[in-house]
C-alpha cells in the first residue's frame, strides 16, 4: 500500500486506531490540543473525558480489563500524570494493556522551564512496561506500533509515550502496516508435563490456587475439569480481583483470606498447591508467619515470569499459557485419574463454597432488621436481587467483606476487584467496564471513603448514559481503619477515620453530575431498589446507610 504523509498528530490517531483501540479516555490541557484539533478527523476512536486524571486511567483500565483489549488513555504534561499515578500502579497490578500518553512542552520549550513542565518519562517509568518520549515525528510509527505490541505482550501491562508539541506539528510519512501480535500461548515441553502429571497424581491430597489469568484466558473449564479429576479443592488467591473460578463447583472452598497465619492453617491438611495463572500468596501487612505450610510443594504455572518462585521455591515453576497448559496436562490425569480422587471430592461437599453459604445466610438473615443496616445483610441481599449476566465491580472493603460468600461467579467476566489496593478503582472502572461489556449491567459496590478517590467519574457515566448502578455503603468512616488501629495498635483514639462534620450527601453529590440517586435506610428498601435501578437501563447510586461498626 501506498505510503500517506500525516501530520504528527494525525498520524498518532490514527496508529493507535491501525492497532485496534476504539476508545482513548483522556482529560485534555493545552498540550493535547493539537490531537483535540484531529479527534473530529477519527471518529471511530471513542474519546471518553473522564473530569480528573486519576479517572482517566481508572477508566481506562476497566476497560482493558473487562475486554482483555489495548485502550488509550491521555492525560495533560507532568501534573495529569502526576494525578494518574494512583491509578497506573492499579493498571500495573492488573496487568491492563494500557497506552498512556501525555502531551509535552516542545522540545527546547521545556528548557525554558514553562509552566507545566517536567521530564515525564522518570515519572512514569516505575509503573510501566516501557516508558519513551517520541524526539521525531518519523518515529512516531515505530514507538506506537511497539508500545501496542509490549503492551498486549503477556505479562501485559501499562506503557507510557510523552508526545512534545514539535514531533505532533511536525509531519510524517506513514506506511499502513498489520500489528504486530506476539503469540504467547505456548505450553510447557512434554517432559514437564509428564512430571507435573506424575507428581499430582501422586498426592494425597492435593489443593489448587485459582488466578485471574484463569479468567483472562477463558480457562474456567479445564480448570474445574482438573479439580475434579484430582479430587483437589480449590480456593481463590489471596486479592480476587477478577472472577477466578466457578464459585458453584463443588470442589470450590471460597476465598483465602490475606492474614498469613489464617492461610497457613487453611493450606496445612494439603500436600501440594498447584498455583493456576494466581499471584502465589500476595499479602498486605506484615506478619512473621509464612503463608505457604513449610515445605510444602509448589506447582506454578503462570504466563507472568517474574511471579514464579518469587517468594517461595517452586518445584515445577511453568511459565506458560494456563490454558494451553491445562488442555495438554488433562488428557495425562485423566489416563491415570487416583482411585481416591472420587472420595476427596465428594469429602470437600459439606465444606465447600456454597455449604458455607448456606450457613452466612443463616448469620445474615439474623442481621435483617437491624439499622443502620448490617453490611452482611446487604450484601446477601445485593448478591440476590442482582440482574443475572451483572458484572460486579467492588471496592468497599468492611461493607463488602461478606460478598464472596454470596456472590456466586460463574463466567469470567462477573466481577472486578481492586487489584492493588490503591483506592480510586471502582467508580471509574465500573465506567469502563461497562463500556467494554455493552448490553451487560454494571453495579459497583464502593465504600463511602473509597468513593470520594474517584467521585468525577459519576459524570462521565452520566454522560455516556451508561447503565450502571452504584452501590455507595456509607458507614461513614474509614472503618477499616479504625478497627486495624484496635487490633493492630491497640488504640481507639481515632483521629482522620470519621467522615462526618459534616457527614457526605452522597445523593446530591451523584445529582449534581446527571446520576439520580436515591438514600436507602431501611434493610427491605435496599433488594427492590437496586432491581429498580438496575432496570433502568442508565446510571443511578444507591446510597446505602450501613453500621459504622461501633455502634452508630
Ligand atoms: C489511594 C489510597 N489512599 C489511602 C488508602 C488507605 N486506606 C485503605 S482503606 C481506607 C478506608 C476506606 O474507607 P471506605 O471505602 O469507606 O471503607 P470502610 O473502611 O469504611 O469499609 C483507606 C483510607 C489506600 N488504600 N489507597
Ligand atoms: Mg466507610
Given at each position: 500500500m501506498a505510503k500517506i504523509k500525516l501530520?504528527?498528530?494525525?498520524?498518532?490517531?490514527?496508529?493507535?486506531?491501525?492497532?485496534?483501540?476504539?476508545?482513548?479516555?483522556?482529560?485534555?490541557?493545552?498540550?493535547?490540543?493539537?490531537?483535540?484539533?484531529?479527534?473530529?478527523?477519527?471518529?471511530?476512536?471513542?474519546y471518553v473525558l473522564g473530569l480528573y486524571e486519576s479517572v482517566v486511567v481508572g477508566m481506562a483500565d476497566g476497560y482493558a480489563?473487562?475486554?482483555?483489549?489495548?485502550?488509550?488513555?491521555?492525560?495533560?504534561?507532568?501534573?495529569?500524570?502526576?494525578?494518574?499515578?494512583?491509578?497506573?500502579?492499579?493498571a500495573k497490578f492488573s496487568g491492563s494493556p494500557l497506552i498512556l500518553t501525555a502531551g509535552q512542552q516542545e522540545q527546547g520549550h521545556g528548557l525554558l522551564e514553562p509552566l507545566l513542565y517536567a521530564p515525564l518519562v522518570p515519572v512514569a517509568q516505575p509503573f510501566v512496561k516501557w516508558a519513551i518520549e517520541v524526539t521525531r515525528a518519523e518515529d512516531l510509527p515505530l514507538i506506537v506500533r511497539r508500545a501496542a505490541k509490549v503492551a498486549l505482550t503477556p505479562p501485559t501491562g501499562p506503557v507510557f509515550i510523552s508526545l512534545p508539541g514539535d514531533v505532533l506539528e511536525q509531519d510524517v510519512e506513514l506506511e499502513p502496516a498489520a500489528p504486530t501480535r506476539v503469540d504467547a500461548r505456548n505450553r510447557p515441553s512434554d517432559e514437564a508435563l509428564a512430571r507435573v502429571a506424575k507428581t499430582i497424581l501422586a498426592a494425597k491430597n492435593p489443593v489448587i490456587l485459582a488466578g485471574q489469568e484463569l479468567s483472562v484466558?477463558?480457562?474456567?473449564?479445564?480448570?474445574?475439569?482438573?479439580?475434579?479429576?484430582?479430587?483437589?479443592?480449590?480456593?481463590?488467591?489471596?486479592?480476587?480481583?477478577?472472577?477466578?473460578?466457578?464459585?458453584?463447583?463443588?470442589?470450590?472452598?471460597?476465598?483465602?483470606?490475606?492474614?498469613?497465619?489464617?492461610?497457613?492453617?487453611?493450606?496445612?491438611?494439603?500436600?501440594i498447591a498447584i498455583c493456576l495463572g494466581a499471584d502465589l500468596l500476595r499479602m498486605s501487612v506484615y506478619s512473621p508467619v509464612d503463608p505457604?505450610?513449610?515445605?510444602?510443594?509448589?506447582?506454578?504455572?503462570?504466563?507472568?515470569?517474574?511471579?514464579?518462585?518469587?517468594?517461595?521455591?517452586?518445584?515445577?515453576?511453568?511459565?506458560a499459557n494456563v490454558k494451553e497448559t491445562l488442555r495438554a496436562l488433562l488428557p495425562l490425569v485423566r489416563a491415570a485419574r487416583p482411585a481416591a480422587a472420587a472420595e476427596r471430592l465428594a469429602a470437600l461437599a459439606p465444606r465447600n463454597w456454597s455449604a458455607q453459604r448456606d450457613k452466612a445466610r443463616v448469620a445474615a438473615l439474623e442481621a435483617a432488621e437491624e439499622k443502620p443496616i448490617d453490611p452482611r445483610y446487604l450484601m446477601l441481599r445485593l448478591a440476590e436481587a442482582l440482574p443475572k449476566d451483572a458484572a460486579v465491580v467492588e471496592e468497599a472493603l468492611t461493607s463488602s467483606a461478606a460478598l464472596p460468600a454470596f456472590l456466586a461467579l460463574r463466567d469470567p467476566k462477573s466481577y472486578y476487584g481492586l487489584a492493588s489496593g490503591g483506592l480510586g478503582f471502582a467508580l471509574p472502572g465500573a465506567v469502563g467496564v461497562s463500556l467494554a461489556l455493552p448490553g451487560r449491567p454494571v453495579v459497583a459496590v464502593v465504600g463511602d471513603g473509597s468513593a470520594m478517590y474517584g467521585i468525577q467519574a459519576l459524570w462521565t457515566a452520566a454522560h455516556e448514559k451508561l447503565p450502571i448502578t452504584y452501590v455507595i455503603t456509607n458507614n461513614r468512616s474509614y472503618r477499616i481503619l479504625k478497627e486495624r488501629l484496635i487490633s493492630m495498635r491497640h488504640s481507639d483514639k481515632f483521629i482522620g477515620m470519621d467522615i462526618r462534620e459534616p457527614a457526605i450527601d452522597y445523593?446530591?453529590?451523584?445529582?449534581?453530575?446527571g446520576v439520580p440517586a436515591q438514600r436507602i435506610v431501611e434493610p427491605q428498601d435496599f433488594a427492590p431498589a437496586l432491581r429498580a435501578a438496575a432496570a433502568s437501563g442508565g446510571p443511578r447510586l444507591l446510597e446505602v446507610m450501613v453500621a459504622d461498626g461501633f455502634g452508630g
Amino acid at each position: 500500500m501506498a505510503k500517506i504523509k500525516l501530520s504528527g498528530r494525525s498520524a498518532f490517531l490514527r496508529l493507535l486506531l491501525d492497532e485496534g483501540v476504539s476508545h482513548m479516555f483522556g482529560n485534555p490541557g493545552t498540550t493535547e490540543l493539537p490531537i483535540m484539533e484531529v479527534m473530529p478527523d477519527y471518529p471511530q476512536l471513542k474519546y471518553v473525558l473522564g473530569l480528573y486524571e486519576s479517572v482517566v486511567v481508572g477508566m481506562a483500565d476497566g476497560y482493558a480489563r473487562a475486554s482483555n483489549r489495548l485502550a488509550a488513555c491521555n492525560v495533560h504534561v507532568a501534573p495529569g500524570l502526576g494525578n494518574a499515578m494512583g491509578a497506573l500502579y492499579n493498571a500495573k497490578f492488573s496487568g491492563s494493556p494500557l497506552i498512556l500518553t501525555a502531551g509535552q512542552q516542545e522540545q527546547g520549550h521545556g528548557l525554558l522551564e514553562p509552566l507545566l513542565y517536567a521530564p515525564l518519562v522518570p515519572v512514569a517509568q516505575p509503573f510501566v512496561k516501557w516508558a519513551i518520549e517520541v524526539t521525531r515525528a518519523e518515529d512516531l510509527p515505530l514507538i506506537v506500533r511497539r508500545a501496542a505490541k509490549v503492551a498486549l505482550t503477556p505479562p501485559t501491562g501499562p506503557v507510557f509515550i510523552s508526545l512534545p508539541g514539535d514531533v505532533l506539528e511536525q509531519d510524517v510519512e506513514l506506511e499502513p502496516a498489520a500489528p504486530t501480535r506476539v503469540d504467547a500461548r505456548n505450553r510447557p515441553s512434554d517432559e514437564a508435563l509428564a512430571r507435573v502429571a506424575k507428581t499430582i497424581l501422586a498426592a494425597k491430597n492435593p489443593v489448587i490456587l485459582a488466578g485471574q489469568e484463569l479468567s483472562v484466558h477463558d480457562a474456567f473449564a479445564e480448570a474445574a475439569e482438573l479439580a475434579e479429576l484430582l479430587g483437589a479443592g480449590v480456593y481463590q488467591q489471596t486479592v480476587p480481583y477478577t472472577a477466578q473460578f466457578p464459585t458453584e463447583h463443588r470442589a470450590y472452598l471460597g476465598a483465602l483470606t490475606r492474614n498469613q497465619k489464617q492461610v497457613r492453617e487453611a493450606l496445612a491438611p494439603f500436600d501440594i498447591a498447584i498455583c493456576l495463572g494466581a499471584d502465589l500468596l500476595r499479602m498486605s501487612v506484615y506478619s512473621p508467619v509464612d503463608p505457604l505450610p513449610e515445605g510444602m510443594p509448589v506447582v506454578h504455572v503462570s504466563e507472568r515470569d517474574w511471579e514464579l518462585g518469587k517468594n517461595h521455591p517452586t518445584e515445577f515453576a511453568l511459565q506458560a499459557n494456563v490454558k494451553e497448559t491445562l488442555r495438554a496436562l488433562l488428557p495425562l490425569v485423566r489416563a491415570a485419574r487416583p482411585a481416591a480422587a472420587a472420595e476427596r471430592l465428594a469429602a470437600l461437599a459439606p465444606r465447600n463454597w456454597s455449604a458455607q453459604r448456606d450457613k452466612a445466610r443463616v448469620a445474615a438473615l439474623e442481621a435483617a432488621e437491624e439499622k443502620p443496616i448490617d453490611p452482611r445483610y446487604l450484601m446477601l441481599r445485593l448478591a440476590e436481587a442482582l440482574p443475572k449476566d451483572a458484572a460486579v465491580v467492588e471496592e468497599a472493603l468492611t461493607s463488602s467483606a461478606a460478598l464472596p460468600a454470596f456472590l456466586a461467579l460463574r463466567d469470567p467476566k462477573s466481577y472486578y476487584g481492586l487489584a492493588s489496593g490503591g483506592l480510586g478503582f471502582a467508580l471509574p472502572g465500573a465506567v469502563g467496564v461497562s463500556l467494554a461489556l455493552p448490553g451487560r449491567p454494571v453495579v459497583a459496590v464502593v465504600g463511602d471513603g473509597s468513593a470520594m478517590y474517584g467521585i468525577q467519574a459519576l459524570w462521565t457515566a452520566a454522560h455516556e448514559k451508561l447503565p450502571i448502578t452504584y452501590v455507595i455503603t456509607n458507614n461513614r468512616s474509614y472503618r477499616i481503619l479504625k478497627e486495624r488501629l484496635i487490633s493492630m495498635r491497640h488504640s481507639d483514639k481515632f483521629i482522620g477515620m470519621d467522615i462526618r462534620e459534616p457527614a457526605i450527601d452522597y445523593c446530591a453529590l451523584a445529582q449534581s453530575m446527571g446520576v439520580p440517586a436515591q438514600r436507602i435506610v431501611e434493610p427491605q428498601d435496599f433488594a427492590p431498589a437496586l432491581r429498580a435501578a438496575a432496570a433502568s437501563g442508565g446510571p443511578r447510586l444507591l446510597e446505602v446507610m450501613v453500621a459504622d461498626g461501633f455502634g452508630g
